[in-house]
């Protein structure tokens, strides 16, 4: 149990516990996305409890890959300065913050222009109703997780999260089940989640901003 309370690095975030407090969804943002006041107590209040490091709930990179009302937002710079209180009170408490990063996909609340949810594949099943992406709609979302991370750097975040779980649009590419693109455009259109994550991953380090995948 001592180890707990040992000093360590997760890629060379150095954080003076072992504590970590995953994200999770409070449905509290603003409209716009923008954080407020009762995210950044919560935050706080983590912060003075003394764990090592704290990571924000899902925050979206684009319109299109919003999934609920009240998630947080990182997909405009007009964002940064609403973050930068949080992070700097955060920090102020002696812990490390890191923002999770995500695109709902197919699941998404917000639709493209032609009216449908953007996905790996055209289907049509429970929580998933939506189209295809374009090989440019894949290159501009991978663009928009690079954007979103550096927002999140210049708001003082220690580094992001990839979110790559519970059926969001990483993890859409990953399953055979919802991924049912031809091989030729797997290949060419970063269509594989493992292509994804090293696009996003390969920019992020050209902005200096480190990156853990959950």
């Known amino acids: 149990m001592k180890q707990l309370f040992e000093k360590t690095k997760i890629n060379?975030?150095?954080?003076?516990?072992?504590?970590?407090?995953?994200?999770?969804?409070?449905?509290?943002?603003?409209?716009d996305g923008?954080?407020?006041?009762?995210?950044?107590?919560?935050?706080?209040?983590?912060?003075?409890?003394?764990?090592?490091?704290?990571?924000?709930?899902?925050?979206?990179?684009?319109?299109?890959?919003?999934?609920?009302?009240?998630?947080l937002g990182i997909y405009d710079d007009f964002l940064i300065d609403s973050y930068r209180k949080m992070v700097e009170k955060v920090h102020d408490e002696g812990s490390k913050i890191i923002?999770?990063?995500?695109?709902?996909?197919?699941?998404?609340?917000?639709?493209?222009?032609?009216?449908k949810a953007l996905g790996p594949s055209d289907l049509e099943i429970k929580k998933y109703h939506c189209r295809k992406m374009t090989i440019s709609e894949i290159k501009q979302t991978v663009i928009d997780f690079t954007n979103s991370a550096r927002r999140a750097k210049k708001a003082g975040f220690d580094?992001?999260?990839?979110?790559?779980?519970?059926?969001?649009?990483?993890?859409?590419?990953?399953?055979?089940f919802l991924n049912k693109r031809k091989m030729i455009d797997l290949l060419f259109a970063y269509n594989s989640s493992s292509?994804?994550?090293?696009?996003?991953?390969?920019?992020?380090?050209?902005e200096k901003v480190r990156v853990i995948l959950f």
């Open 99 to 115: 923002m999770q990063i995500t695109h709902a996909g197919g699941r998404a609340m917000i639709e493209s222009k032609d009216g």
């Open 159 to 176: 580094g992001v999260q990839l979110h790559g779980a519970h059926g969001f649009l990483l993890n859409q590419f990953l399953s055979p």
């Open 195 to 206: 292509i994804w994550i090293k696009g996003v991953n390969s920019n992020c380090q050209r």
């Open 12 to 31: 060379q975030i150095e954080l003076e516990n072992r504590f970590v407090r995953s994200a999770t969804w409070e449905g509290l943002a603003k409209p």
């Open 34 to 71: 923008s954080c407020n006041d009762k995210i950044t107590d919560m935050m706080v209040e983590l912060a003075k409890g003394q764990v090592g490091l704290i990571i924000s709930s899902h925050a979206f990179v684009n319109q299109a890959g919003r999934a609920h009302i009240g998630q």
